[in-house]
């Protein structure tokens, strides 16, 4: 009787232990996506309002700790007011399960 209750509380521990190491796979990939954005806004930025054009930045992919992730950058003239640019990078990858995820970051420009 003790080896099946034990048995049992090892398997729960097993699930349990799954689901922290699938946790920290995430927070690996959102922490990484976060860094390839914020790579490509500092670019954005230092690049000046003037040539802060989506042209000038085209989507592209980097691949960090062995996952890929895709940059979208979206730059919008006028906005939120005239002589201003609203800086957006989207950066989305694929889990393991198939799930898609991506995060956004944002920034305002003035000339």
Known sequence: MAIVILTIGLLG????????IRG???????TSATAAGQTLL????SSGYTNATS??????TVTMGGM?????TTITNSSPAANMKTVS???G???SNNTARSVNLQTILAE
Do not use: C, M, Q
Request: aromatic fraction near 12%; glycine fraction near 6%; avoid cysteine.
């Open 13 to 20: 521990t097993a699930g349990l232990t799954t689901g922290v």
């Open 24 to 30: 920290n796979h995430y927070s690996k990939n959102i």
């Open 42 to 45: 500092e670019s954005v930025k």
């Open 55 to 60: 042209a000038n930045f085209p989507n592209d």
């Open 68 to 72: 890929t992730f895709t940059r979208t």
């Open 89 to 91: 990078v989207t950066v």
């Open 93 to 95: 990858w694929t889990e």
